[in-house]
């Protein structure tokens, strides 16, 4: 379903004046062309990676995670954005909600699971560090250049943290993925005598989900790498074909891009499924990230369903129409919760039993229908992408899906999409702010610009 955008309905017949561009698109991304590089390399490895990748070099990834799984309590995954989302939005969709709570027996003999890195919070370091006291841990940290500031302090912390526990030897716990040969995690690496995995440099951080580095982290919570990969593999070959509505990337980015054009700004990506949502924030760096630039592209704004009905649903229903919505649908739940009689029926709910939704999941499904229906009546057009099951297949066949389709967003929209200079501004300011050497002259700048804001007191 998709339409209504600003009383215009989207049909088959306004797409294909556009059809040609995007197959064009996918000729050049697939031949390497285009607008794709990052300091003077092709950023497109991820599109070969599910070819060149083997089993066995899979099952030995998973074999060094078991390892050092059996010898550990917690286990702490350090790093941000794509070194950080792609390895939570995978462990929180495939495996418990309460993963960390189960007993370890629940939990396939494999340690607790936390993140760090990915803020400056003190009071989250604080608290996870409080969590983490008593417990033998170990660490995975992922940085390219080792230089991010959110990534290098908490690193630096949990070193202190394992030294203050008597550990004098860091080499069976600590395991660092950073660049091939240089940056300051590869000295530390070199110095320490630490086991590495390599970023590779033609994949970004956000295109990264099927590197080592991810996969290791990923390989902990106890997940099938190689179903992970062959659910990638079989989206690359999918989605290989130049033919437009035979290649459902193509399909997606057209769309998305057809709804750019008609002033659209948002995109609200709502799901059914508490297991899903993790995906959507995934996808909220993925496509900003790729597709902000030059004021161009769409926002993505993560829902989960029938949640944020009752926090947002009034302005997706009636506020301003700059909005698409697409929905992520779990076809298959992992459980079935069934409704109770009630003899009484003091709360007037038996109508459910006898109506044919005589379970919470059939509920929460026709609740969505509704849904759907009630946005595209309210003028939000809407289209739906469907995962069958939680498992490692099909969750790495979306994560294909999505990349290849913004990818091709990037050629219809006209700038590079696997890079992110909008992005250096605030690191620049941030270290100046913090006194880094060779700074000074931006420090001036900013406290120039900081005399020359208005301030409104009320």
């Not at 790093?79 to 629940?106: D, F, K, M, V």
């Not at 940085?143 to 069976?172: C, Y």
């Not at 950073?178 to 000295?187: E, M, N, P």
Request: with cysteine.
């Amino acid at each position: 379903m998709f339409g209504r955008l600003d009383g215009w309905d989207l049909s088959k017949e306004d797409l294909t004046p556009h059809i040609p561009r995007v197959e064009e698109a996918h000729r050049r991304l697939l031949s390497g062309q285009g607008d794709i590089m990052d300091g003077g390399i092709p950023m497109i490895g991820w599109l070969k990676l599910p070819l060149e990748l083997e089993e066995p070099h899979l099952l030995s990834i998973m074999e060094s995670a078991k390892e050092l799984s059996g010898s550990v309590d917690a286990f702490v995954s350090i790093g941000i954005g794509g070194s950080y989302l792609g390895i939570e939005s995978t462990i929180a969709s495939l495996t418990s909600r309460y993963y960390n709570q189960l007993p370890r027996e629940r939990r396939n003999n494999r340690p607790e699971i936390y993140f760090l890195g990915n803020n400056l919070d003190p009071d989250y370091i604080s608290d996870t560090l409080d969590i983490l006291r008593g417990k033998k841990v170990a660490v995975h940290v992922i940085s390219k250049s080792g230089t991010t500031l959110e990534t290098a302090v908490a690193f630096r912390i949990m070193r202190k943290f394992l030294l203050d526990t008597k550990i004098v030897d860091l080499r069976p716990l600590v395991v660092v993925s950073t660049d091939r040969t240089k940056g300051k995690l590869r000295a530390m690496a070199r110095e320490l005598g630490l086991k590495t995995y390599e970023i590779p440099e033609d994949i970004g951080g956000r295109f990264s989900v099927l590197t080592d580095p991810l996969l290791f982290s990923i390989a902990m919570a106890g997940i099938d790498l190689v179903q992970f990969w062959q659910g990638f593999k079989k989206m690359a070959e999918l989605t290989s074909g130049h033919t437009f509505w035979e290649n459902m990337a193509m399909v997606h980015c057209l769309m998305r891009y057809m709804a750019f054009l008609k002033g659209k700004a948002i995109e609200v990506v709502g799901t059914n499924s508490t297991y899903l949502y993790p995906l959507i924030r995934w996808m909220e760096q993925l496509f900003p990230e790729s597709e902000g630039h030059k004021g161009k592209g769409l926002w993505v704004s993560p829902s989960l369903y029938t949640e944020k009905l009752h926090a947002n649903g009034q302005m997706v229903q009636e506020g301003v129409r700059n909005l698409i919505e697409t929905f992520l649908i779990l076809e298959e739940y992992e459980t079935r919760v069934d409704i109770p009689f009630d003899e009484q029926n003091l709360d007037g709910l038996n109508f459910l039993l006898t109506g044919g939704t005589q379970e919470v999941g059939g509920i929460n499904n026709k609740a969505l229908e509704g849904v759907a229906l009630a946005h595209y009546e309210g003028g939000v057009p809407n289209m739906t992408i469907r995962i069958p099951k939680r498992t490692p297949y099909w969750i790495g066949q979306f994560y294909f899906l999505m990349e290849k389709s913004v990818a091709l967003s990037g050629y219809l929209l006209g700038h590079n999409p696997f890079i992110q200079p909008g992005v250096e501004a605030y690191k620049k300011n941030m270290y100046a702010l913090l006194g880094k050497p060779g700074t000074e002259d931006r420090i001036q700048s900013l406290h120039r610009l900081k005399s020359s804001i208005e301030k409104i007191i009320v």
